[in-house]
C-alpha cells in the first residue's frame, strides 16, 4: 500500500474522530494536513480521490475577512482558510468495514507474520537495525493500521 492510500484511511479516521466530538457536520481538513504535515497539493489531492470515491462530500470552503480584504486590493490574505468535508455514507461503510477486519485477531497474527517475513525477505542484503524501521515503514500495517512493537517482538525474536 502506498503512503497515499493510508494517509486517505488515516484522514477518513479523522474526519470521523473529529465529527463525533463536534457538534458540526462538517470539519476543516486543513487542521488535518498541518498536524501530519501534508502539503496542500497533496490534501486536495486526497481530498478530490476520497470525494470522487464518494466516502467524503464537501461541506465549502471557509472564508475569512483576510481573504475578503485580499480581494478587494488589500495586501494580506491568502484565501481559504481550509477545505470543511463531512464523512458520506459510503465512508462511514468503508470506515465500519476496516474495523470489522481489524478486529480479525487471526488474520491480524497470520498478516503479522506475513509482513515481518515479506519485510525481511525484501532486505535480504540490508542490515535491519531495528523495529521501529520495520514498523514505521507506511507498507507495514495490517488494513491501514499500523502495528505496533508489541506484536511483532516476539514474532521478530522468534525468526531471529
Do not use: C
Amino acid at each position: 500500500m502506498s503512503l497515499s492510500e493510508r494517509r486517505r484511511i488515516e484522514l477518513l479516521e479523522w474526519v470521523e474522530e473529529q465529527l463525533r466530538g463536534s457538534g458540526s457536520g462538517a470539519v476543516d481538513a486543513k487542521t488535518w494536513a498541518m498536524r501530519n504535515g501534508v502539503a496542500d497539493l497533496e490534501l486536495r489531492t486526497l481530498l478530490d480521490s476520497l470525494k470522487a470515491d464518494g466516502l467524503l462530500k464537501d461541506a465549502g470552503v471557509e472564508h475569512d475577512w483576510w481573504a475578503a480584504w485580499a480581494s478587494i486590493g488589500g495586501s494580506v490574505g491568502t484565501g481559504a482558510r481550509g477545505r470543511r468535508v463531512s464523512l458520506a455514507p459510503a465512508g462511514v461503510a468503508e470506515l465500519q468495514g476496516i474495523r470489522a477486519r481489524r478486529s480479525n485477531r487471526l488474520k491480524r497474527n497470520v498478516h503479522v507474520r506475513n509482513v515481518i517475513l515479506q519485510w525481511l525477505y525484501e532486505r535480504a542484503d540490508e542490515p535491519v537495525r531495528s523495529l521501529t524501521e520495520m514498523i514505521n515503514d507506511p507498507e507495514v500495517h495490517f488494513h491501514w493500521e499500523g502495528l505496533t512493537r508489541d506484536e511483532v517482538r516476539p514474532l521478530s525474536v522468534s525468526l531471529g
